[in-house]
């Protein structure tokens, strides 16, 4: 079970959006990508068969998944993620500072 899943709310703890927080829009192994942040300019070729316009498009890059930690809505601050089994045998994620579920 991943820390980090899809559509988890994640806060940036390094990089030049340190302390930016969004919501997690890809995952791969190593990476994720936040909806809004790490925000580079790629140039792109027309394709007029496809409707495709050249130009210069920002697109969203991704970022280490070491950079960014879980944000913890009740404290707004990063918290770290731990792993446990509920009352009906199924493994759960919960913030270690206060011990709330994540949902």
Avoid at 1 to 24: F, P
Avoid at 71 to 88: I, L, Q, W
Wanted: hydrophobic share 35%.
């Amino acid at each position: 079970m991943q820390k980090i899943k899809l559509n988890d709310e994640v806060i940036v703890i390094a990089g030049k959006d340190k302390g930016s927080t969004g919501t997690v829009t890809k995952i791969t192994p190593a990476k994720v990508v936040v909806e809004g942040l790490n925000i580079a300019k790629k140039h792109t070729k027309a394709n007029p068969n496809s409707g495709i316009t050249g130009g210069i498009v920002d697109t969203e890059m991704p970022l280490a998944i070491s950079n960014v930690a879980i944000y913890n809505s009740s404290t707004k601050k990063a918290d770290r993620v731990g792993f446990k089994v509920d009352k009906n045998g199924k493994k759960e994620r919960f913030f270690k500072s206060n011990g709330d579920s994540i949902v």
